[in-house]
């Protein structure tokens, strides 16, 4: 059985306390949050857990394993740092951090005191992104020439980060995870049209080596709600909504084709139109799986999928952005 607290029990830090709550193989030992009414949500839907409002008091405890961290992100680097140099292995919610420098120093620490770090990029653990990341390994829609994805809604307008922050980690993340490559450069543009200072929308683009693009926007000031990501590759194009019940991967076998033989440029390039297809894949709320795979990784001593490397690349990602953000769209190279 693997002891566990989680700190920070809010609008998502209750489902984290759920699942652990739920997993036979995790005995959740605390749950912590300075938030007195929160302890007590949590008390009354999990009879029986005990809370708390001191993190540092839970550390003492020594036979607690791990410590999940679903608290606001300016608390993360911190709130992690003392969960590792208490000798607790430490899953820190996306954003991992805010600042380059704090990741790399959560990723020594963690290794020099052999701890488990993991970051909670969840859409990793999303079967329709599995099934996308076979299929663009296997070669079958071909080499991918853009991708864009596109989170909206009229949702949680955040003070202390904004729509990149709060937002993007999901799309860098999977993205980054997809095409298992780091862009070259980042632009972005943004406004903040509620609060100063705290972009409301951003739209960025990631450019690769080898020209392929990413293009995200995120906005938690838009009309519609939408959880999408297209890939348009050279053989075949995919659409993935999350917000679809069940079908929520199509393939589209659509996409140019090049003759060899041919009198104009309008024969040259041919346009081809096939099949839509909706695979089957099967259904399971990947955060059940993402915390499995925490547990997996405790008990077995394994890197995580989603480790402090790639809570790193994706915080790489997000700091150029802010940059270009800052400088009204310039380009930031990343090294
Ligand atoms: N993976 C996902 O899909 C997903 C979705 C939403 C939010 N998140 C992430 O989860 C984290 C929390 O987001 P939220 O929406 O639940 O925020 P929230 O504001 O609703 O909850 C945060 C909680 O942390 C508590 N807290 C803050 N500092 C603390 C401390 N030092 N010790 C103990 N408790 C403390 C607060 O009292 C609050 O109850 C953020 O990092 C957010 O980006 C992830």
């Known amino acids: 059985m693997i002891r566990i607290a989680v700190v920070g029990a809010g609008g998502w830090g209750k489902n984290l306390v759920r699942n652990y709550f739920q997993i036979a193989e995790a005995d959740l030992r605390y749950v912590c949050d300075l938030d007195e009414k929160r ?29 999940v961290i679903a608290t606001s992100a300016p608390t993360h680097y911190s709130l992690a740092k003392r969960a590792l140099l208490a000798n607790k292995d430490v899953y820190v919610e996306k954003p991992f951090v ?36 076979e299929m663009i390994k296997s070669g079958e829609l071909g080499d991918i020439y853009y991708v864009y994805s596109q989170r ?20 860098i993340s999977s993205i980054l995870f997809l095409l298992g490559k780091e862009p070259v450069d980042i632009a972005a543009r943004g406004q903040s049209y509620l609060r100063d200072g705290v972009e409301d929308v951003v739209f960025f683009t990631l450019t690769f080596a080898d020209n392929s693009m990413a293009n995200i926007h995120v906005s938690w000031l838009d009309p ?39 009198d104009s440029y309008a024969e040259y390039v041919g346009l081809r139109f096939g099949d839509v297809t909706i695979p089957y894949i099967k259904s399971g709320e990947p ?31 997000l700091d150029a952005a802010q940059r270009s953000l800052k400088n009204n769209g310039v380009p930031v190279l990343l090294d």
């Open 39 to 67: 302890l007590e949500a949590a008390e009354s839907q999990f009879p029986g857990i005990r809370t708390t409002s001191d993190f540092d008091a839970l550390l003492l405890d020594t036979e607690l394993d791990a410590v």
């Open 98 to 133: 805010l600042d380059v420098a704090e990741a790399k120093e959560l990723i020594k620490l963690a290794e020099d005191r052999e701890r488990i770090l993991m970051v909670g990029h969840l859409l990793e653990y999303h079967p329709v992104v599995e099934k996308l990341r």
């Open 152 to 171: 909206l809604n009229l949702g949680t307008v955040r003070q202390d980060e904004n729509a990149l922050w709060n937002f993007a980690p999901h799309d």
């Open 224 to 262: 519609h709600k939408v959880r999408k990501l297209t890939i348009v590759g050279s053989n075949k194009m995919a659409v993935f909504d999350d917000l679809e019940a069940t079908e929520k991967l199509r393939i589209y076998d659509k996409g140019a084709e090049f003759a060899t033989d041919y």
């Open 287 to 317: 955060l059940r799986t993402e915390c499995m795979h925490f547990l997996d990784c405790i008990r077995d001593r394994t890197q995580p999928l989603s480790d402090g490397y790639d809570g790193l690349r994706v915080v790489k990602v």
